[in-house]
């Protein structure tokens, strides 16, 4: 199977590893990865793929989600517009074709957008925790709570946990092809996935970085959302 990752600079490669890795108790790892770049003008080599993973990086402008006031809200040195406008066309390849998609932190609120969903566009500054990384750049971790009847509670048999986090903006109003799966202590939304649970392709949304989450290859909010990707690739193209 051929799996696109989207993108995302120096981290790329992290992802790339996660995605290649063998989960514990799966067999699949006849995988080959396709980084889909503006950069390398590569968008047609899309077709080729079985499944996408939406990386995570720099913040979507709100222009995308009708909030361009926000704009002062956001980081202007970690936006990419030539990145947003690549990856809506890859989102409307996804949608179109129904591929299976993976979305992490940005990819999340990149989907909740492309569905007509909106953006908090600073989460501080609405009285919430922060949920960016420290300043020494090392991932914050918090409490999560996967809502009980939901895909991702399914995946990872879990209802209280710990997750990484390294965001400072969310999914504020949800797009109504869509559900919460997950929540912080502070009611910030770690996760989504479709509402109607006869879901036409598989799609899951994740705020947290299930790639370098610590202890990867035995932590359920990683290895399981990975197993459970590729295993709904493999047996769609079986």
């Known amino acids: 199977m051929k799996i696109g990752i989207t993108d995302c600079g120096a981290k790329y490669p992290i992802y790339e590893r996660w995605i290649l890795s063998q989960s514990p ?26 499944g ?3 990386t995570g990086g720099e913040d979507i402008h709100p222009k995308y989600y009708g909030k361009p006031e926000a704009i002062n809200l956001c980081n202007s ?13 890859v989102c409307e390849y996804i949608f179109e074709k129904k591929l299976p998609v993976l979305g992490i932190c940005r990819g ?14 600073d989460i501080p500054s609405v009285g919430k925790s922060d949920h960016s990384k420290f300043h020494e750049g090392q991932d914050r971790y918090h409490a999560v709570e996967v809502l009980h009847d939901s895909e991702l509670s399914k995946i990872t048999n879990i209802v ?6 390294a965001h400072h903006q969310s999914a504020d109003f949800i797009a109504k092809s869509l559900k919460i799966n997950a929540l912080s202590d502070d009611r910030i939304v ?9 879901f036409e392709h598989y799609m ?7 790639e370098r989450i610590i202890n990867a290859e035995e932590n ?8 459970s990707f590729v295993e709904n690739i493999q047996s769609k193209i079986q």
Request: charged share 25%; net charge negative; hydrophobic share 40%.
């Open 52 to 54: 996408i993973v939406l």
């Open 204 to 210: 899951m949304l994740v705020q947290w970085h299930p």
């Open 108 to 121: 999340l609120q990149l989907v909740n957008v492309f569905l007509g969903g909106t953006l908090i566009s």
């Open 190 to 198: 770690e996760g989504l996935e479709w509402k109607d649970a006869d």
């Open 25 to 50: 108790a799966s067999g699949v790892s006849n995988i080959e990865t396709v980084r889909l770049s503006y950069k390398e003008n590569n968008f047609e080599q899309i077709k080729q793929c079985d």
């Open 77 to 89: 040195d970690f936006m990419d517009e030539q990145r947003d406008e690549f990856e809506w066309k």
């Open 160 to 165: 209280f946990g710990e997750i990484n986090s």
């Open 220 to 227: 359920s909010f990683s290895y399981k959302i990975r197993q």
